[in-house]
């Protein structure tokens, strides 16, 4: 055969669209989360958002320049992406050179070191923040509260997440009913007006992000929505065995990361799945880690952890659940 076909690494795009098309699509995904957080927190959203994007952008633009001397890709928007959903994962008062460290070390570590965009293992965005978390725990875990402070930014009055309340009154003996009257209920869960990353503040404009991004057809539903059901099932489950000592799933559902993640990192393009079976096996396994850690382990929130996780099965279940190559022929015993 004279002609030499390149198989490219992902993300592999089908049709009209572009890995810059794509990108655009979920920046715009993202925009009504972004402004939900900066009417919630406000000038401190626009400066960790802001370090975070530049951050990614400059860190990348000097990789490829000066240490891999390649052409740069800046362009494509992959790393505003991830400037963004690095962003979303962190604080609205984190001092701004943690954000720089954070940053480098998302797309230096999480992505460059790999070879790039469709090369890297891990989502670089949750690669930094994890870091960021495991360096910083104190600065990492305080959470400015909700319309208390928007016009301040280092010293805005920070709380507990309601994550975090129920967790701790739990581990005091506390019952549920006794502490839901110290957390935001349902609708405001859903609304945003809760304390917590700037990704964690509206289920509503996630949604929204997510409902967008499958009208252009960036991502499917299945990640998503199985992370959901899973969660939701497990958590049921526990909560029906023992409500007193269990919250409930649609608190679990409306809390933390859960929809940041499940709608924007968990589908990342390169570092999920390619085929629904593995889609789905992907899925659960995310929302089974994310439970196990919130209900046993010793840090309130799971999300982060269990995507990365399974991020690192990937590569396995591309390989164990691809369809069988068309025409190969079926030896029958």
């Known amino acids: 055969m004279s002609q030499i076909i390149t198989v490219s690494p992902s993300p592999h795009v089908f049709g009209q669209q572009s890995v810059k098309s794509l990108m655009n699509g979920v920046i715009v995904a993202l925009i009504p989360a972004f402004i939900m957080s900066v009417f919630i927190f406000g000038i401190g959203a626009l400066i ?5 994007i ?8 000097l990789i490829q320049k000066y240490i891999l001397k390649t052409e740069t890709s800046i362009s494509d928007g992959s790393a505003i992406v991830t400037g963004l959903l690095l962003a979303f994962n962190l604080p609205s008062n984190l001092p701004w ?8 070390f998302a797309i230096g570590v999480g992505k460059m070191v790999y070879g790039g965009l469709g090369s890297n293992p891990f989502n670089p965005a949750l690669v930094g923040r994890v870091f960021l978390l495991i360096s910083f725990p104190v600065q990492m875990t305080s959470w400015p509260l909700p319309l208390a402070s928007r016009m301040q930014y280092l010293d805005a009055v920070t709380g507990a997440t309601p994550l975090g309340i129920m967790k701790e009154g739990l581990r005091n003996g506390e019952l549920v009913s006794s502490i839901t009257d110290q957390v935001p209920d349902h609708m405001q869960l859903f609304l945003g007006y809760v304390n917590g990353s700037l990704g964690e503040v509206s289920a509503i404009a ?7 991004m499958l009208y252009k057809r960036i991502i499917t539903w299945h990640i998503p929505v199985v992370i959901f059901a899973t969660v939701f099932s497990f958590t049921g489950i526990l909560w029906l065995i023992d409500p007193l000592h269990n919250a409930s799933p649609v608190f679990h559902i409306l ?7 499940a709608i924007f990192m ?4 390169v570092t999920s799945p390619m ?27 799971g999300v ?6 399974m991020n690192a099965f990937v590569p396995l279940i591309n390989k164990y659940l691809k369809p069988k190559r068309f025409g190969k022929e079926v030896m029958h015993g």
């Open 255 to 261: 809390t933390g990361g859960l929809m940041i993640g």
């Open 48 to 52: 960790v958002t802001s370090i975070s």
């Open 97 to 104: 050179w943690m954000i720089i460290i954070g940053s480098v």
């Open 206 to 212: 996630l949604l929204l992000g997510f409902v967008w």
């Open 275 to 301: 085929i629904q079976k593995g889609m789905v096996l992907y899925a659960v396994g995310i929302g089974i880690i994310t439970v196990v850690i919130r209900v046993f382990g010793a840090y309130p929130e």
């Open 266 to 269: 968990a589908t990342d393009l």
């Open 54 to 61: 530049a951050s990614c952008v400059l860190t990348e633009f």
């Open 304 to 309: 982060s952890f269990a995507i990365l996780i």
